[in-house]
């Protein structure tokens, strides 16, 4: 399976400190995405990282994808309590038959305490 | 522009029963995908459809189906309800369209909720 697998399952800090997130996955992909989810609702886009890129920023998130060692992490800085979410990484990969096909490990728990 | 809208939101219905759900993806987007999360196996995904083709499938029994209107809009059936069939389903567009730029960024619903008894 193509599933991304996040570790660490769940994580705690305090407002203010960084986050890691890190993301393995097993084949080749076309890209790899992150998404956040607050409890029970639906998950929002955050960021998208290609195959030939190595980082990536969007405001106070990185993104690094090794594609060597089949793995990704996402970096928060200077968290804030409204982060406080799952998140998820997101391999896209081609299934066959011309299609491509996303799929999600089950998530980082993160809390942040004000 | 209006997000995915997905109804109902919540739903009870009792095991051997059967369900449709319904998404309206975002103005523009050709592809509209299926999922389901449960707690303990996470976030699956069910099917894909575009320009209303079933384009990918997960593995899941065929008791789950799913159409595609003609304006996008999609549909997805579960019969013959189980217990376990209790989840949040998601839905989620994107424009879908091959090529090299090809990304596939999923914008989500807020899902429906569903309680089988």
């Known amino acids: 399976s193509q599933q991304g697998e996040e570790d660490p399952q769940a994580l705690s800090i305090q407002e203010g400190e960084n986050a890691t997130m890190n993301c393995s996955y097993k084949?080749?992909?076309?890209?790899l995405q992150w998404y956040r989810q607050n409890s029970g609702r639906g998950l929002v886009h955050l960021i998208l990282?290609?195959?030939?890129?190595r980082e990536k920023h969007s405001g106070r998130l990185r993104v690094t994808l090794d594609t060597s060692k089949k793995s990704s992490s996402l970096l928060i800085t200077a968290s804030r309590a409204a982060d406080t979410a799952s998140y998820f990484c997101?391999?896209?990969?081609?299934?066959?038959?011309?299609?491509?096909?996303?799929?999600f490990g089950k998530g980082t728990k993160l809390s942040v305490i004000p | 522009k209006a997000g995915v809208t997905q109804t109902p939101r919540y739903l009870i219905k009792t095991r051997g029963q059967q369900v449709t759900l319904s998404c309206s993806p975002i103005?523009?987007?050709?592809?509209v995908s299926w999922y389901q999360q449960t707690p303990g196996q996470g976030l699956q995904f069910l099917f894909e459809?575009?320009?209303?083709?079933?384009?990918n499938k997960g593995n899941f029994p065929g008791r789950f189906s799913g159409r595609q209107f003609s304006n996008s809009r999609s549909e997805m059936n579960v019969s013959t309800l189980e217990l376990g069939d209790s989840a949040l389903y998601l839905c989620?567009?994107?424009?879908?369209?091959?090529?090299?730029?090809?990304?596939?960024?999923?914008?989500f619903g807020p899902g429906t909720r569903l309680t089988v008894t």
């Open positions: 997101a391999p896209l990969a081609y299934s066959g038959a011309g299609s491509y096909q996303l799929t």
């Open positions: 989620a567009s994107s424009t879908g369209l091959p090529g090299p730029q090809f990304a596939f960024e999923q914008y």
């Open positions: 459809y575009f320009s209303e083709t079933q384009r």
């Open positions: 990282i290609r195959s030939n890129e």
């Open positions: 084949t080749s992909i076309n890209n």
């Open positions: 103005s523009g987007h050709r592809s």
